[in-house]
């Protein structure tokens, strides 16, 4: 497997791993597990954060054009 696919692979896995997450902190009424997975989360993001900047720094990954002022002033329009 090429690396771009691999970087690729643990990027997409590594967001659905803090959607999860999303989903599952605010579910759960223990306040320990609610703080474990929290803890989880944050160690994910970071990692997330490392394999953005590794995709980004290859250009294996490149972002969408940044907004322009009218598109950010028309869905505040909307809200």
Same mark, same amino acid.
């Given at each position: ?13 590594? @967001? ?25 989360? @944050? ?37």
């Amino acid at each position: 497997m090429e690396e771009k696919a691999m970087v690729v692979d643990a990027l997409v896995g590594v @967001n659905g791993e803090l959607k999860m997450f999303g989903d599952m902190i605010p579910q759960t009424e223990d306040k320990e597990l609610k703080q474990c997975l929290k803890q989880i989360r @944050n160690q994910c993001e970071m990692s997330q954060e490392k394999l953005y900047d590794a995709a980004r720094e290859r250009s294996y990954y490149v972002p969408a054009a940044k907004a322009t002022q009218e598109e950010i002033n028309h869905v505040k329009s909307i809200l």
